[in-house]
């Protein structure tokens, strides 16, 4: 698990393409000694493995699968990426629950500045607009933001100067694709509620669900 507090912006380094995945080696700060091989990390809100550390980063294999859900495949070499480790047992947990699984590829349709702040609107398909609300949470190239505005299948963000300065936005523009991740609380809630009136909300239903404790 993340919290989408992004750690440092990488640089891909190298892409090797093969038949069923892309290795990308990523320049990081990071594989200074605090990064294992085997550790997952967060780029760009991708939650992949570091199979490699060396070369100043780490070597991470993307399948096709992730390829065709996330903006990997638009990377090049020089790309700029955030960062983040996977969170530890003891870590501070300072953004929200972020999986690392993208659920799809939103466009920015506006950015303009707000004050200091930078006001940032992203397209995204229907189906997964539900789970944006108006003050919840939202993760955007794995960067955890508190949606402001959501009509249809479009959200507002506001992105604070230090926020900008330490992730990727800041050299985003409109009609750029990152990646969207919802907070996984409402899939959960949804999921919960939809068994429930498949089956009927009955007291055998909430024992089952820890809802309540027998004696």
């Not at 200074?32 to 980063?57: H, K, M, P, Q, Y």
Request: glycine fraction near 12%; include cysteine; hydrophobic fraction near 35%.
């Amino acid at each position: 698990m993340f919290t989408g507090i992004i750690e440092d912006i990488g640089s891909i380094a190298s892409i090797k393409k093969s038949g069923g995945k892309w290795e990308f080696h990523v320049k990081t700060v990071l594989a200074d000694g605090n990064l294992n091989e085997g550790d997952s990390v967060a780029i760009d809100g991708v939650c992949l493995t570091a199979t490699r550390v060396g070369n100043g980063g780490f070597y991470a294999d993307a399948s096709l699968e992730t390829l065709n859900v996330t903006t990997l495949t638009e990377k090049k070499t020089g790309t700029k990426v955030n960062v983040e480790r996977a969170m530890s047992a003891d870590g501070r947990f300072g953004g929200h629950f972020v999986m690392g699984h993208v659920d799809a590829i939103g466009t920015i349709v506006d950015m303009r500045k707000a004050g200091d702040s930078v006001r940032i609107s992203v397209e995204i398909p229907a189906d997964i607009a539900r789970y944006i609300v108006k003050k919840g949470s939202v993760a955007i190239d794995g960067i955890s933001l508190t949606v402001n505005d959501q009509r249809n299948n479009i959200f507002t963000v506001n992105v604070i100067p230090f926020t900008v300065s330490k992730t990727t936005l800041g050299e985003k523009n409109p009609r750029d694709k990152v990646n969207i991740e919802t907070d996984i609380v409402g899939k959960y809630i949804e999921s919960f509620l939809t068994k429930g009136k498949q089956r009927g909300v009955d007291l055998d239903f909430l024992y089952e669900h820890g809802y309540l404790k027998g004696d």
